[in-house]
Structures are given as structure tokens and as C-alpha cells.
């Protein structure tokens, strides 16, 4: 074996333990912690009630939101489906995030010439709006949706789907302030 190929044997694989390391170091090893779930939630609103239990009055949050976090039992299911049929039909079966998906939005946005879709499952936009900074949030790079493609599969692992779903639920906001 020539010189040269001793030295292409040793370098190439030298070469790809750098990248590895250099891309792990540029998406993971600054990726919040699956714990700030808990601390982005967004908060109830404080309800004062009466001794026979009715509403009295309600305070909002901050921001004017009117909150109740249910659980995924009472949601009603037409709720969910529709949900999931809009936002993520492969929810019950993609580990996090769907390439299919994010294959199909990247062509519809190459060939309408601007973001007209994005491609991110439930579990990716939970990621993205409860673990990321709100600075980074608003990025629209490769960078941010790798990272939050990793913490989508991280939130996949640790979590069940329905945790998933009734998280997605209570605490994405629809519009208009309605959670």
C-alpha cells in the first residue's frame, strides 16, 4: 500500500471524528433540559370562587390570558383529532418528527418561492415553544430546526404521546388568547 493511501486511511477517518465532534458541540451541547417544561408553562389563571363553587371572578395573567389547564380525559376528542389532522397526522406514530414532512414542506417552499409551509410535527412545535428561548424560537435557520428536531426526539423518549398532546393542548396558543 502506497504512502498515500496510508495517509487518506488515517485522515479521513480523523476527519469525520472532528466534524462529528464539531456538530455535536454547534446543536446538543447547549440544548435546554426537558425540566423547562415545567417552567414555561403558562400559568392558570387564579380563579376566586364562591362557597358553593361559583365563579366569582377570574384573574388573568400578565399578558390577559384566561387559563385553565385541563387534562387530556377532558378535552373533548373531536378537539384532538381535529387537532392532530391538522397539525400532525403521523403524531401516534413518528418518533418526534416526521422527515416525510419536513421533506414535503422543504418542496413546497422551493417551489412557491417563499415559507409557505413548515413541517413540524406536535411534538416538534412543544419543543420549540416550551424549551426554546423566545429569541431563538424566532430564528428560521437549519440550526433551530435541528435542535429542536433533537429535542423533539428527546420529548418522544421521556414522554408519552398523550403527555404530548394534552401539553400541546393546554398550552399553544390558537389565536386570539384562546388556549
Sequence with gaps: ??????????????????L???A?????????????????????????L???????????????????TLPLSE???VLQRATIAT???????NPGVDAVGILRAVWINL?????????????QQVARNMLLDPQERAERTL??????????WRLAQAYSKDEILELYLNQTDYGHLAY
Design 143 to 152: 440550526t433551530r430546526k435541528l435542535r429542536e428536531s433533537i429535542l423533539a
Design 75 to 77: 378535552i373533548p376528542a
Design 20 to 22: 462529528t465532534v464539531g
Design 87 to 93: 397539525e400532525d397526522a403521523s403524531f401516534y406514530t
Design 50 to 68: 364562591a362557597r358553593d363553587g361559583r365563579l366569582l371572578y377570574e384573574i388573568a395573567d400578565p399578558a390577559g390570558r384566561r387559563h385553565t
Design 1 to 18: 500500500m502506497s504512502r498515500r493511501w496510508r495517509f487518506a486511511l488515517v485522515l479521513i477517518p480523523l476527519t469525520l471524528a472532528v
Design 24 to 48: 455535536w458541540q454547534w446543536l446538543v451541547v447547549d440544548l435546554p433540559s426537558l425540566d423547562r417544561l415545567t417552567a414555561n408553562r403558562v400559568v392558570p389563571s387564579t380563579k376566586l
Design 111 to 123: 417551489t412557491g418561492g417563499e415559507v409557505l409551509a413548515g413541517g413540524s410535527t406536535i411534538t
